[in-house]
């Protein structure tokens, strides 16, 4: 079991920046890969940004390339997303993921609301 505490959503202006944190606890030891994803109202869940727990590999969707950043902090099992240059359209409910291998766990989202 994984559980996953997300925090940092906020308000903001675009072009304005926010960083969002990820804390993970439980079978943490047994996290591949770590993501998050967000869902805009009336849409569905869509793939921001992943991090492979060994080897830091990144994986980011082509709407957030050169604006966010995804990072982890190995003792603190926590991931990071900064997020700048912040648009409309970044507006949704942010979830963190964190992938087991035979199973995936959820956090329960933070909101980010980008005003244009």
């Known amino acids: 079991q994984v559980q996953l505490v997300e925090s940092g959503g906020a308000l903001v202006q675009a072009g304005g920046s926010l960083r969002l944190s990820c804390v993970a606890s439980?079978?943490?030891?047994?996290?591949?890969?770590m993501g998050w994803y967000r869902q805009a109202p009336g849409k569905e869940r869509e793939l921001v940004a992943s991090?492979?727990?060994?080897?830091?590999?990144?994986n980011y969707a082509s709407s957030v390339k050169g604006r966010f950043t995804i990072s982890r902090d190995a003792p603190k099992n926590t991931v990071y997303l900064q997020m700048n240059s912040l648009k409309p359209e970044d507006t949704g409910v942010y979830y963190c993921?964190?992938?087991?291998?035979?199973?995936?766990?959820w956090g329960q989202g933070t909101q980010v609301t980008v005003s244009s």
């Open positions: 991090i492979r727990t060994f080897g830091g590999e990144t």
């Open positions: 439980g079978d943490t030891i047994c996290i591949s890969n």
């Open positions: 993921n964190a992938d087991i291998g035979y199973a995936d766990y």
